[in-house]
């Protein structure tokens, strides 16, 4: 199973950005899929996360900004984000836990390979 997040960039303040996350491979089900952030100097923080009933959760610094999605039937995250800030600049990574096929393990937890956001004028 892979995960392929994609949509970072450079961003002016206020602007929005989308971010994807795709997963590919022996996949039954993705239970859940959340997005985390890593600004320089800081640790890796939740941003978002949507299970598979499309129950959401957010960081408070994101709440009325950002918005999580999925697509249940391409395996694919989504985060929406609005009224960007200087300090949502950081590289964001997203996160699946994933019901594999052939596997008797519940589920397994996979990384994508982070897609930078950049908020600067």
């Known amino acids: 199973v892979q995960l392929q997040a994609s949509g970072g960039g450079l961003v002016q303040p206020g602007g929005s950005l989308r971010l994807s996350c795709a997963a590919s491979?022996?996949?039954?089900?993705?239970?859940?899929m959340g997005w985390y952030r890593q600004a320089p100097g800081k640790q890796r923080e939740l941003v978002a996360g949507i299970n598979s009933g499309g129950t959401k959760t957010y960081a408070d610094s994101v709440k009325g900004r950002f918005t999580i999605s999925r697509d249940n039937a391409k395996n694919t995250g989504y985060l929406q984000m609005n009224s960007l800030k200087p300090e949502d600049t950081a590289v964001y990574y997203c996160n699946a836990r994933v019901v594999v096929a052939g596997s008797s393990a519940p589920w397994y937890e996979y990384w994508g390979q982070g897609t930078l956001v950049t908020v600067s004028s």
């Open positions: 491979g022996r996949i039954l089900r993705v239970n859940y």
